[in-house]
């Protein structure tokens, strides 16, 4: 029937924001109305490099960023408490033409969630070579389901510096940054939540193999409306 002359409407209290960088569980509080939730993937791993040879290059590729999904749910619809899991950073490619892990999922109850980033392609030994990124991960079940960005491809070609792949960036910070083939280095690790590790490097028989970088772990923030 709408609103009557007459009618009480009550405005909405402060929001209350709960940032959740860990498993937990959310308590359902009294009084409330709905909850938005946005959850965030882990993002995936750097790919490490193998040992190179003179004049030749092994450079690893950029860990992807992991998928988002917002959702408003209102309080008909949440239990007491809904369990929280925050997605794992992807671990980094170990030293070697080894892939980067894989970003673990986050949720929230069976509301929404969001897979994590993947890991980015090891470097092999080569004269040329290009390695692929890894992809973002995906949200589920939101009003709202984004693909997180990929990780930057690893490139080089005989005689020129090549450049190691970056890890994805994304709404909550920047991933590990790319470096220049001209030295033998590891991977660095994302440095916002769900973002991706950058590729190791390894150059003109520069020494042992080198690892990738981690990517970060994801996130759960939970804004309550009374």
């Known amino acids: 029937m709408g609103q009557q002359a007459g009618d009480t409407v009550l405005a909405p209290g402060d929001p209350q924001i709960q940032v959740f960088t860990a498993n937990g569980t959310w308590t359902n509080p009294s009084g409330v109305r709905a909850v938005l939730v946005e959850v965030i993937g882990g993002g995936g791993g750097g790919g490490g490099a193998a040992t190179s040879a003179a004049g030749q290059a092994s450079i690893g590729a950029g860990g992807g960023y992991g998928g988002y999904s917002r959702k408003m749910i209102l309080d008909s619809a949440l239990g007491a ?83 190691a792949g970056a890890g994805a960036d994304g709404i909550y910070g920047g991933g590990g940054n790319s470096g220049l083939s001209g030295t033998s280095i590891a991977g660095r690790p994302g440095t916002g939540r769900g973002s991706g590790g950058s590729g190791g490097i390894n150059r003109n028989a520069a020494g042992t193999a080198r690892a990738g970088g981690a990517g970060a772990a994801g996130l759960v923030i939970v804004t309550t409306y009374f």
């Open 81 to 163: 408490t809904e369990s929280v899991t925050v997605g794992a950073a992807g671990a980094a490619g170990a030293a070697g033409d080894n892939a980067g892990g894989t970003g673990g999922s986050s949720s929230f109850g069976s509301h929404c969630s969001a897979t994590g980033g993947v890991g980015g392609a090891g470097g092999t030994n080569a004269t040329d070579g290009i390695e692929s990124g890894g992809a973002g991960g995906t949200g589920t079940g939101g009003d709202l389901n984004l693909t997180g960005a990929s990780g930057q491809n690893s490139r080089w070609i005989a005689g020129a510096p090549g450049e």
